[in-house]
């Protein structure tokens, strides 16, 4: 069994920053994929950033590049996704998702493992 757990969601104000954190524990797991989703109220819960673990690749969502950064620490399986520049149309609840296959990572159903969820709410 793998979890992940995600931390660092809170309020903030539009154009303030956000540091959110998923880490992977449970059975020996190696991640080939890590991906952050997100679900606004009354909307589909929409893809954000991923990262190809090996090669240390991200990739992220028009609505949020040059704003979001992942990095990650291979000696703590844990993914981070640094939020600058926040907005109001930001606030949702965000998702960590992760697979050990070599899945299209923009695809939530493909994802075979997913946290709990952690609110970030932007204040305009």
């Known amino acids: 069994q793998v979890q992940l757990v995600e931390s660092g969601g809170g309020l903030v104000q539009a154009g303030g920053s956000l540091r959110l954190s998923c880490a992977a524990s449970?059975?020996?797991?190696?991640?080939?994929?890590m991906g952050w989703f997100r679900q606004a109220p009354g909307k589909e819960r929409e893809f954000v950033a991923a990262i190809r673990w090996s090669a240390g690749s991200t990739y992220y969502a028009d609505s949020v590049k040059g704003r979001f950064t992942l990095s990650r620490d291979n000696t703590k399986n844990t993914v981070y996704l640094q939020m600058n520049s926040l907005k109001p149309e930001d606030t949702a609840v965000y998702y960590c998702?992760?697979?050990?296959?070599?899945?299209?990572?923009?695809?939530?159903?493909?994802?075979?493992?997913w946290g709990q969820g952690t609110q970030v709410t932007v204040s305009s």
């Open positions: 449970g059975r020996t797991f190696s991640s080939n994929v």
């Open positions: 998702a992760a697979d050990d296959r070599y899945i299209d990572y923009v695809r939530e159903d493909e994802y075979d493992y």
